[in-house]
């Protein structure tokens, strides 16, 4: 028993300390980069295709930091930054968020929104008078939102009873949308269809969605086309989740034997998340999963024919740093 404890507690600070291994290394611009080089990848195949980062706005400042200013590369890769936790949810859902939290996050979203890009922000409450709340503030300060009264982002919130914003637009481009509807979880649906059936009695002009109706079945092109129809003849973008700032065991990717440090590339298992790892990002055979290829993440999402890819886990750079 002492013994295999010991031995677990090694194999952890081994793999925890060799992220001193990489002192010349700017982990912000690392992750600059691997966006950047999505992005191109992705636009070389569909010019049009959307690219929106979530969490880690820091790297849109040159300098990370809030006196900086707008990084043109990392700004022009993307066409929008995503924001959990704003107004609510940063400590606790159905909780508002603390002024200087907000102020700093917000510092830099507007210079993300200066620069041409769309602000999507998605808070957590659950308070109908919070959740107004949120869609006011969030108007205000001209960012796009969703309030989730769901965590596990597995509902399609019954409340507001009219979309805010709602309309019978086509919507072809990032910059039309007037809301949209985050449902990454279809854990509360039976079948694909059951999931389908329900989007588009909806008229979001933006749907955020998994690949995956579960863990392994993919969304086929035909299906996504179907979820771009509005129940009122408009049509909405679909946009794929991806995360790119740790590996997940559940996904079609994931090899039996992998563990921290085999591969190299793998790191620690997220402790809030059970079976989601921190990877090292800027590792080129990290990157092979993600883009670049035929087998990758990245060329399954754009053969379903999504209109975007979500980016989640963007601030793994703070885990190194």
Known sequence: MKKSFLLLTLSFLLVSCSKDDYPD?????????????????AKNIDSDFIIIPQNGVELVSNT?????????????AIDGNGQEDLFYGYDDDDKATASSERLYLMTFLDLSKNAG?????????????????????????GYISFAADQRELNNI???????????NEIITVLSDIKNFLYLINPENYSSKSDFINAVTSTNYDLLIMDLFFGDVTEFTSAEVNQLKNKANGGKRLVISYMSIGEAEDYRYYW?????????????????EWEGNYKVRYWEKEWKNVIFGNDDSYLKKILDAGFDGVYLDIIEAFEHFE
């Open 25 to 41: 290394l700017d982990f912000k611009q690392e992750m600059r980069d691997f966006v950047i080089g999505i992005s191109e990848y």
């Open 64 to 76: 990370g930091d809030e006196d900086g200013s707008a990084d043109p590369a990392y700004n022009s």
């Open 117 to 141: 890009n769309t602000i999507l922000v998605t808070d957590y409450c659950s308070t109908h008078s919070k959740m107004d709340d949120s869609y006011s503030q969030n108007n205000t300060a």
């Open 157 to 167: 919130p019954a409340y507001p009873g009219q979309i805010y914003g709602e309309n």
């Open 255 to 271: 090899q039996s034997g992998w563990e921290p440090g085999e591969p190299a590339w793998l790191d620690d298992e997220n402790p």
